[in-house]
């Protein structure tokens, strides 16, 4: 299995539900990543995990909540999103270069379309 | 900090003419730089990376140190090459911050 699979591919939310955002990868990878991506704007970085540890969070409202339960799964929890939180939301995969190459490609999900009414 | 800029919002070609994606970056130490590209209704998925020096579908990027740049070529564009593609930087460190550059979207037309 060479892809990144996420799962919902749509959700709509009211702004006081609580959903998950879910995202798998069985390529051995074990950097894992969030992003969102508004309209005809490119992918922002959200969050990164390393070995199944957050190793980077640019600054997220804490209404978004990161998990990774084991090193092929990546959860995204979601409350009291507010109607600008709608966006698409990808997932991407990594290895971990440990060279002087520097870091590997990362392998991206189709993402989950995101609507918070 | 790092950053990317695509100067060019939209750029449309004729069938088998060249094409130039412009890209340049900010970073102060050794970065990483990429080519991704988003064909409608597919993911975002991997065009090339400066560090291979491949070829792909008839691309290619050099990076240019001095002048900051990473920009894509192809010598003959194709109808099939109409997408949107965004250069990225990553920087030091093995899972890192994958910075994009705001897209340009090639439009290519017979």
């Known amino acids: 299995d060479t892809e990144v699979t996420q799962t919902p591919k749509h959700l709509v939310m009211g702004m006081t539900n609580k959903k998950s955002l879910k995202c798998e990868q069985h390529?051995?990878?074990?950097?894992m990543y969030w992003y969102k991506q508004k309209a005809k704007k490119p992918p922002e970085l959200m969050f990164v995990y390393s070995y199944e540890k957050l190793s980077i969070n640019e600054s997220v409202p804490s209404r978004f909540s990161p998990e990774c339960p084991n090193s092929s799964l990546l959860n995204l929890h979601l409350h009291a999103l507010q109607p600008e939180d709608s966006a698409l939301y990808l997932c991407?995969?990594?290895?971990?270069?440990?060279?002087?190459?520097?870091?590997?490609?990362?392998?991206f999900g189709p993402g989950t379309r995101l609507t918070v009414l | 900090a790092q950053r990317v800029t695509q100067p060019e919002k939209l750029l449309s070609v004729f069938k088998g003419a060249p094409v130039e994606l412009k890209c340049n970056y900010s970073?102060?130490?050794?970065?990483?730089l990429f080519w991704y590209v988003q064909y409608s209704r597919q993911r975002l998925q991997l065009l090339l990376r400066h560090i291979s020096r491949e070829s792909i579908k008839g691309f290619t990027a050099d990076l240019n140190k001095g002048e900051t740049s990473f920009h894509l070529k192809k010598p003959f564009a194709q109808e099939e090459d109409s997408a949107m593609y965004y250069c990225?930087?990553?920087?030091?460190?093995?899972?890192?911050?994958?910075?994009f550059g705001t897209g340009t979207r090639l439009q290519v037309t017979l």
């Open positions: 390529m051995g990878h074990r950097a």
């Open positions: 991407a995969s990594s290895q971990l270069s440990w060279t002087t190459s520097g870091p590997d490609t990362q392998y």
């Open positions: 990225a930087l990553s920087g030091d460190g093995t899972a890192s911050k994958l910075t």
């Open positions: 970073y102060s130490g050794s970065p990483e």
